[in-house]
């Protein structure tokens, strides 16, 4: 490596692979793959073009103060110390006024990377448990709902597995490309793939078996699988029998799901899904990969539950080739440590909204596994990708709005276009409409920072130097290194919380002066300093080891794998697994819609403004199959409306054999960056998927509250191009 080489972590995505940054006159010149050849082909064309996104000249670099209305996008410039000190005034008026539970913030943590927790760290010591991210969305949900069972958030071991089962979750070449990368080899030493997908997707093409289920039945068909599994007597029972608890309950549970009835439900033929049971459960040694599909369904809570029950009946619990429940890295204190979860009030945990109604990741499941939490791996509150003691989005909102159960006044969005990036985005627009204090942490003016008082610029992951740990969900180290200087006025997130702190008189409690001083602390557990970690390479792997539960038990009440979830209920749920129908297609809106397509040049909401990613997908589609847009009458190019009861989206048509009939498949994350200042918050009410999706109850999974963005009714309207797309690149 050269001198003017450091390794980067790249953040455009969530999935973190390790580049390399090359400067030259003090700027990123090329971001390009990684010296190591086990790591050489982790990159995709997003961390290539970070370039264009970090020296962009449309980057925010100064702070913005709202001048008008709210939402008008005029803005004054003023320095750092001013907007620090204003926001602190403005915030603590709020808090005064209102409790420190008025607080809110939402952030996701990956691009942003280097907050340590500091957020966590700071609403704690001021009262506020009022947290919320798109990981509700995400892994952190699944990591949440995972402990239930057995306590931690496994990962598969790719490197050893004969048998790889992907729920929808499809990564390709431009998207997880580690993912990829990681199931093309064992692909290759001859482990099988199942993927159950309503569409033909990329993994579905090259895969072994391919179930195409209805959207939003992954339920129902784990619940065939597991009927298969107890009635051929496929299931470890050395394991069961010593380590679970419940399978007499739980057998009975699934005994209600004959096979025909899970074919009714899911639309995949009875033999398919048995074959697939079959080679699932006989694999010497198989994993079910993280997916976001059963994390945005009705009936997500089960759906995550019976992969875990799968995984654990079947014998592939913390097992060479199956799925390793990894713990905390003993030699860098996790940000739950930093995070003084502890600190927090029970009486102000109890006030976090989704306590009572919506209570799987909130404090409330926290402090029922606490204890076994501590016992097993050391510390009380396990945060594993963020997503474990978080406010529940939709309440938070509605009480934006309606200011009931008590009025949330202030909202902070750090790294996350929070706007569109939860369901009801009508109501989210209401709840920013309703506040006293906006604050926005953004490298873009994105729609949800129009709608701030204050408008911070963000550092990048080339300016900033970091340990990434993928948040407690493995234990391996990644080295990150700044490269270059970032613009004068732009801070970290973590610098942002401390300067806060500061202001708050948290002082004392937040003794670090710098992100060194953070990380130094971080890794003084292994009695190192990060320039040391610095010099003794770029990634530290923890050895694994296996069966760790014999000498600890699992981290749940009852020590064992909780076929029957005590934890679930303690909470007043259904302590065994079930399928719960969503809303279904009428005459009215005859499709099941199922949003959340990824681009392959764009993450999340961002990078339409990058030219070299934006050419390569210059508009949304919503994708039909050629028999339904017959029906509709309409053809590949169309413009149509995709209408739900809630709103409207407009888009081209895709028609694509690879779709299932009956089905429309609308993205996620889309505005037009060059409609700023033509259109309201750069056409953020144009194309988004969040627009369509209602949180009312009967969209919303009972033990999370999260919504269902798997198969709700929807119709297509045709239209013409509408006028404001006159401005919008490479509309015709
Ligand atoms: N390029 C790029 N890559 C990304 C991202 C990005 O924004 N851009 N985002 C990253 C993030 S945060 C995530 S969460 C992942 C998500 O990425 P993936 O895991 O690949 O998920 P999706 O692309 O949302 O959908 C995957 C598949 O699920 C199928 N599907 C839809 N409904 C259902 C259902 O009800 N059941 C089942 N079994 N399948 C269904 C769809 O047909 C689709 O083929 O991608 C990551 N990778
Ligand atoms: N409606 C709907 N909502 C969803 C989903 C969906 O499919 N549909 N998907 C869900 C999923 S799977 C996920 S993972 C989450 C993702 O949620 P997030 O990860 O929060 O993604 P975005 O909302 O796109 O916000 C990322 C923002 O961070 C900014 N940013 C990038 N780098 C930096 C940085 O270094 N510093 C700062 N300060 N800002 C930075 C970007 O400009 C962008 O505006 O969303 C969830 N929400
Ligand atoms: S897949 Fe692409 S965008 Fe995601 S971390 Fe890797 S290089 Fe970056
Ligand atoms: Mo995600």
Known sequence: MSADTTYSVCTICDIGCQLRTEVEDGKVKRVIAHDNPMLASNICFKGVAAPSVH?????????????????????????????????????????????????????????TQTTHATDRRFMNLLGSPNWISGVSLCAGNTAAVNKFTYGWFPMGDFGNTNC?????????????????????AARARGAKVIVLDPRVS?????????????????????????????DEDLYDKDFVGEWCTGLDELKARVDEYPLDRVEQITGVDRELIAEAARTYANADGAIIPWTPITDMQISSTSAIRLHSILRAVTGNLDVVGGESLGGFN??????????????????????QLGFDKHPAYTYRAAEILKGPT??????????????????????????????????????????????????????????????DLIVAHEIFMTPTAMLADYVLPGDVFTERNH???????????????????????????????????QRFGFGNRFPWENLEDMLDHRLSRSGRTFAEFEQSGFMEMQTPQYRKYKKTGFATPSGKVELYSSVLEEMGFDPLPYYREGPLPSEQYPYAVFSGVREDPFFQTGQRNIPELRSRCPLPSIFVHPEDAETEGLVDGDWVKLET???????????????????????HGWWYPELRGKV??????????????SDDDEFLDHEQGIPHFKGYPGRLVKTEMPEVFKDVQGAS
């Open 374 to 435: 501590e016992k097993v791996w050391g510390y009380p509150y396990a945060d594993i990708v963020m997503g474990c003691h978080m406010a529940n989005p939709s309440e938070v909102f509605r009480a934006m709005v309606t200011e009931e159960p008590y009025p949330i006044k202030a909202f902070f969005a750090l790294g996350n276009n929070a706007l569109m990036s939860y369901p009801n985005q009508h109501q989210i627009l209401k709840a920013m409409m309703n506040q």
């Open 645 to 667: 009861a809630y709103g409207d989206v407009t888009a081209q048509l895709a028609v694509q054999t690879s779709m299932k009939q009956g089905h429309l498949r609308v993205p």
């Open 164 to 184: 790889i089962v992907l729920f929808g979750h499809n990564p390709r070449k431009h998207s997880w490309t580690p993912i990829y990368n990681q199931i093309n």
């Open 202 to 230: 990329d993994q579905a093409e090259v895969s072994d078996l391919h179930l195409r289920l209805r959207a939003g039945t992954d339920a129902a068909m784990c619940l065939g699988w597991l009927k298969v599994i107890f």
């Open 680 to 693: 309201k918050l750069g056409g953020a009410f144009l194309s988004s998927d969040a627009v369509l999706c």
């Open 55 to 111: 020296n962009h000249p449309d980057r925010l670099r100064v702070p913005l103060k709202r001048v008008g209305a709210r939402g008008e996008d005029n803005w004054e410039e003023i320095s750092y110390e001013q907007a620090m000190n204003e926001i602190a005034e403005r915030l603590k008026k709020v808090v005064d006024e209102h409790g420190p539970e008025s607080f809110a913030v939402s952030t996701s943590g990956w691009n």
């Open 330 to 351: 003993q030699g860098y204190i996790p940000e739950s440590e930093i995070a003084l979860h502890e600190e927090l009030s029970l009486g102000q945990k109890e006030k």
């Open 467 to 501: 340990v990434a740990d993928s948040w407690s969900w493995t234990t391996r180290l990644s080295l990150s290194q700044k490269a270059v200087e970032s613009p004068a006025d732009a801070t970290s997130t973590f610098q942002f919380w401390c300067d806060l702190a």
